[in-house]
């Protein structure tokens, strides 16, 4: 299985920062990722796709970039809701799998 | 917008078989793949399995003896069943929609499951 790792676990930051949050896969995984935001007691939402194909009405201030085995996720200036635990997917090979998740808090 | 929504019983007891299925709002039931996923409390996201509109599927090996997934185009949904069932299978259950390569573009609300005699 390809095992993905998010760095960093935690992380604080204000209204106004911009984060970046990265992701490792143990193998190469080309442009294969995507990545997902979570909120407390509610489903994933899909952020960013490959190729940026998925185009969901998700804000421009999230961007994603990477290939091979690292990746980014970047918010240029963080909102109030975008405090959430966000997680990375590989889409390359089964099975699927996830990293262990950064939760961004205030 | 597609909407998912899934159904089936919250406690299930050891040794049995969970079942679960995932109502799918429109006809897109044959344009897009189906996934389950699973999440035990302040846990990642596991990826269970995926049905295609083909009926193909594919499963996570770590699960492959326990489960199987099915479409029912006729009646806009798609199942999980999960067999001989220990704690360890307690979890949030979503079922997801998406393309080939994106990624899983829609969500059910997610149903907790849980294992316990």
């Known amino acids: 299985d390809i095992r993905l790792t998010q760095s960093p676990s935690f992380l604080s930051a204000s209204v106004g920062d911009r984060v970046t949050i990265t992701c490792r896969a143990s193998q190469v995984i080309y442009n294969l990722l995507a990545w997902y935001q979570q909120k407390p007691g509610i489903a994933p939402k899909l952020l960013i796709s490959p190729s940026s194909t998925y185009q969901g009405g998700v804000p421009s201030r999230f961007s994603g970039s990477g290939s091979g085995t690292e990746f980014t996720l970047t918010i240029s200036s963080l909102q109030p809701e975008d405090f959430a635990t966000y997680y990375c997917q590989q889409l390359n090979s089964y099975p699927i799998t996830f990293g262990q998740g950064t939760r961004l808090e205030i | 917008q597609v909407q998912l929504q899934e159904s089936g019983p919250g406690l299930v007891k050891p040794s049995e078989t969970l079942s679960l299925t995932c109502t799918v709002s429109t006809d897109s039931i044959r344009d897009y793949y189906w996934t389950w996923f699973r999440q035990p409390a302040d846990k990642r996201l596991e990826w269970v399995g995926r049905?295609?509109?083909?009926?193909?599927?594919n499963y996570n090996s770590s699960l492959e003896s326990r489960v199987t997934l099915s479409l029912d185009m006729s009646r806009n949904h798609f199942s999980l069943k999960l067999t001989s069932v220990t704690a360890a299978d307690t979890a949030v259950y979503y079922c997801g929609g998406g393309r080939q390569f994106v990624g899983t573009e829609f969500w059910g609300q997610g149903t907790l499951v849980t294992v316990s005699a």
């Open positions: 049905v295609y509109p083909t009926g193909e599927t």
